[in-house]
């Protein structure tokens, strides 16, 4: 079973616009990463949000994190063409201390 | 900078065949993982180790087994090689513990069974 979900499963935005994905996980955690991959690549680690925190942002992104509603969400400010990739959640398990990753959220930023 | 190698980038094999994937990290990291990526399906995890001779079964066990005699070597074995093991496959590491527990991935080793 997978324990990051994310939404939507596609995004396709112009350039300069903001990108907003959501991320749904089922069980406790220690903390919340998102990474991005793209075409053929590996994943790349982009942030990290501790269980404690509830929003961090890194030049311009920007992930909020809410526990009482096993979600969080990402935020690319004013997208680049570069930006193109596959993005995903991956909560890390408290119990288990595994990474679930889901099937990604696929960003298309037109120039 | 931390790295994750994998052995190889494109692999052909046959079927039946037993396939060894290798993947090494340079970072003393605890924990390491096996994941497969197929188009629609995302990242599955496979198998998980968090030291040396330990591990644990990830969603997607079956028809597959690892080994990890050395900290920084995890081995992804695929004993009796089938079509529908033709995967992208993603090595990673990373700390335990609670702390920044990023984990840092090889560059895939896209396998192909024919």
């Known amino acids: 079973s997978q324990q990051g979900e994310e939404d939507p499963q596609a995004l396709s935005i112009q350039e300069g616009e903001n990108a907003t994905m959501n991320c749904s996980y089922k069980?406790?955690?220690?903390?919340l990463q998102w990474y991005r991959q793209n075409s053929g690549r590996g994943l790349v680690h982009l942030i990290l949000i501790r269980s404690n925190e509830r929003e961090k942002h890194s030049g311009r992104l920007r992930v909020t994190l809410d526990t009482s509603k096993k979600s969080s969400s990402l935020l690319i400010t004013a997208s680049r063409a570069a930006d193109t990739a596959s993005y995903f959640c991956a909560p890390r398990s408290s119990n288990t201390g595994k990474l679930i990753f889901g099937q990604g959220t696929t960003l298309q930023v037109k120039p | 900078d931390v790295k994750v190698t994998q052995s190889s980038r494109y692999l052909v094999k046959r079927t039946g065949e037993k396939v060894f994937l290798e993947c090494v990290q340079d970072m003393d990291h605890e924990n390491m993982f096996w994941y497969r990526q197929d188009p629609g399906l995302g990242l599955r995890l496979i198998y998980f180790?968090?030291?040396?001779?330990?591990?644990e079964k990830g969603d997607i066990p079956e028809g597959y087994s690892v080994s990890r005699e050395k900290k920084e070597r995890f081995s992804l074995i695929l004993e009796s090689a089938s079509t529908n093991q033709t995967s992208m496959y993603l090595c990673?590491?990373?700390?335990?513990?609670?702390?920044?527990?990023?984990?840092?991935f090889g560059q895939g080793t896209r396998l192909t069974v024919v």
């Open positions: 180790s968090y030291d040396v001779k330990m591990k």
């Open positions: 990673a590491s990373s700390f335990s513990g609670t702390g920044t527990t990023e984990a840092f």
């Open positions: 069980t406790s955690i220690n903390n």
